[in-house]
């Protein structure tokens, strides 16, 4: 029997994408709608939810070509969890470009415009410190994607069972007042993954007390939107858990061998 009180209905979301409604800026797509810059996005849902397949999503439609609704633009991805493989590349990348119609010269073309990064936390914090600005401005990048901000902070700040609060928050209030000033001044995309602690109920897809992003406040008070990935056996949403410009909102979408389809 279908639960009445946790099914989302028309009067909860606007079936209808994640709209934007903001026409001056730039756009990339997210499902049949869209989704704008100049605001830190989060990406969090359980493990095996598609997180990482939705950041290579953002990526290709960033680097293909405008005549495939790309935005033909440079995309920085940086990982701290697992290095990007020639099985990931295949799968999140190449077989997605030619299922949207682009011949193998066009995807060989459009790779430099993919610039990856593996990183650990020093490295990281040496490039965002010391060269970040200036590299994003010769390799002219149009999407930030780091993928993903919570195993940087755990690298770092947690020894054995004690954690470090407060050099976290530091790390954290440093970071998005730099990162921020960046993404407003050059008009670029970021999406940045975070994790969650408990575990979804199966029964109850949209209870929203049963998850909780790891961050903590420091993180969540400086976000513009939050897109929370969900899965109950066959059927994956991308819900909107809050964001500065978008409704309550939510869209089905499905992984195969295309990459990312999104319901209509």
Known sequence: MENKKNTPSQNDYQYC?????????????LGPDNINNRSIIEITGE???????????????TIMPEKYNGLEKCCL????????????LEDF???????????????KLMFPKLIYKHLCFEEFEHFFNEDFEKFLVENRIQTIIIDNINTLCEEKFQEEKTFNYQARHKFLFDFFLQLNGIILKYDLFCFCVNEVRASLDQGVPFNYNSLRPAMGKTWENNLGTRLFLRKNKNKRWIEVSFSNYLLRQYIEFQINQK??????
């Open 17 to 29: 994408g994640l709209i934007s409604g903001i026409n001056r800026y730039k756009k990339i797509n």
């Open 47 to 61: 493990a095996g939810t598609g997180k990482s397949k939705l950041c290579y999503y953002f990526a290709l439609n």
């Open 77 to 88: 991805f940086v990982t701290t969890y697992t290095r990007l493989t020639n099985e990931k």
């Open 93 to 107: 990348i190449i077989a997605p470009a030619m299922n949207k119609g682009l011949t193998e010269e066009e995807i």
């Open 259 to 264: 990459g990312i389809e999104f319901e209509s």
